[in-house]
Structures are given as structure tokens and as C-alpha cells.
T-cell receptor, first 112, second 111 residues
Framework: DGGITQSPKYLFRKEGQNVTLSCEQN?????MYWYRQDPGQGLRLIYY???????QKGDIAEGYSVSREKKESFPLTVTSAQKNPTAFYLC???????????FGSGTRLTVV | GIQVEQSPPDLILQEGANSTLRCNFS?????LQWFHQNPWGQLINLFY?????KQNGRLSATTVATERYSLLYISSSQTTDSGVYFC?????????????WGAGTKLIIKP
């Protein structure tokens, strides 16, 4: 089955630690996106990548970093500089501009 | 920048009822999508519909690009239709290929 796999589903982080969220796709899509969702809110764009080895900041990139070394992989690192990282993180992919998005099932990150 | 407004914010219906959800946007768009987020957080793409009408089973959508709105119709609602419905658009200018999201319509279908 083609799709997007996010792991882990649940992640607990101590303050001051960096954590990396995985996003893998087998759809052969060029574009990939990371969103953050807080309870009862809509989605906010963290980073996106239209092509391998290139990525752009979204609206709330501070405290996050990404890489796009392979077409199928777009990991997100939540650094200690992110002051309020507890949220639901969603990864998406699309064939390119003007196409529908496919989302992964998300990772719930909690800072303890 | 472009504004995306969804209405109503909340909707409670009995199973079997029909509903219409609306998405208004303030500028021309290249891309408009409707999504359903289930209670477990999974986002499912319902329609990619920058213009025209599409149907998929009990769901259909219409976008009137010249009047800057889109409608999502749900017929014969089922409890599994509960969740939040989002509209997201990509403006035709200065978009950087980013989607702008509405705040969503929370739909509750009672058995």
C-alpha cells in the first residue's frame, strides 16, 4: 500500500532534549510538509520541501530543523530551543503544486 | 494575505441528516482541498477541487472560484462522519506553494 508512515505515534521528551520525528513516504511524491496542530486548533506549517536537498521555512520554523537527503524521507527535529513543543505533528506529501495532499497518522509529542 | 473562513464552526446533527459546510476565501486560488480529521487525529483528503463539482459516494463538493467560495455536502450522515472538516487553499499569488487553512467545522453526528 502506498502511503506515509510517521513514527513514533507517541513521544515523551524531557526539557532540554532534542527529538527527531520520522516521516517516510512510498508515494514517490516530490513535495513534503511538516505541520503542527495544537488542541482545538488548525494546522500551522513548520517546514516544507519541494525537492530533495532543498527545504523552506514555514510560518513557525523557530526551534525546529529538517533534512531532505532522500526523496522518501523528511525527518523533523524538535530542538531544545522550541519553548512549547507539546503538540500533534503531522507530515504530508504531494506530487507537486496543485495536487491533493496525503497525510500520515501523526506523532503526539509531550514534554515531561 | 488571503483569509479563509469556514462556517458553521460547530454542527450537531442526527444520523441520517444532510449537511452543508461552507468555505469562503478572500482572493483567487490555485488549489483548494477539503479534509476530514477523525477523532483520532487522522487527516483524510476528501477533495482536491479548485473549481467545479466532484462527488464521492455520500460526499460532494462544489467550488465557485469566481465568487470565492466552496461547499461540502454530506448526505445521509453516519456517526463515522463525525470529526473536524478543514478547507485549505493555495493563493494564486505569493503562495510559495503553501496551503492556508481555515479554522475548521466540528461536526458531531448523534446516533
Amino acid at each position: 500500500d502506498g502511503g506515509i508512515t510517521q513514527s513514533p505515534k507517541y513521544l515523551f521528551r524531557k526539557e532540554g532534549q532534542n527529538v527527531t520525528l520520522s516521516c517516510e513516504q512510498n508515494l514517490n511524491h516530490d513535495a513534503m510538509y511538516w505541520y503542527r496542530q495544537d488542541p482545538g486548533q488548525g494546522l500551522r506549517l513548520i517546514y516544507y520541501s519541494q525537492i530533495v536537498n532543498d527545504f523552506q521555512k514555514g510560518d513557525i520554523a523557530e526551534g525546529y530543523s529538517v533534512s531532505r537527503e532522500k526523496k522518501e524521507s523528511f525527518p523533523l527535529t524538535v530542538t531544545s530551543a522550541q519553548k512549547n513543543p507539546t503538540a500533534f505533528y503531522l507530515c504530508a506529501a504531494a506530487p507537486g503544486a496543485n495536487y491533493g495532499y496525503t497525510f500520515g497518522s501523526g506523532t503526539r509529542l509531550t514534554v515531561v | 494575505g488571503i483569509q479563509v473562513e469556514q462556517s458553521p464552526p460547530d454542527l450537531i446533527l442526527q444520523e441520517g441528516a444532510n449537511s452543508t459546510l461552507r468555505c469562503n476565501f478572500s482572493d483567487s486560488v490555485n488549489n483548494l482541498q477539503w479534509f476530514h480529521q477523525n477523532p483520532w487525529g487522522q487527516l483524510i483528503n476528501l477533495f482536491y477541487i479548485p473549481s467545479g463539482t466532484k462527488q464521492n459516494g455520500r460526499l460532494s463538493a462544489t467550488t465557485v472560484a469566481t465568487e470565492r467560495y466552496s461547499l461540502l455536502y454530506i448526505s445521509s450522515s453516519q456517526t463515522t462522519d463525525s470529526g473536524v472538516y478543514f478547507c485549505a487553499v493555495e493563493p494564486w499569488r505569493d503562495s510559495n506553494y503553501q496551503l492556508i487553512w481555515g479554522a475548521g467545522t466540528k461536526l458531531i453526528i448523534k446516533p
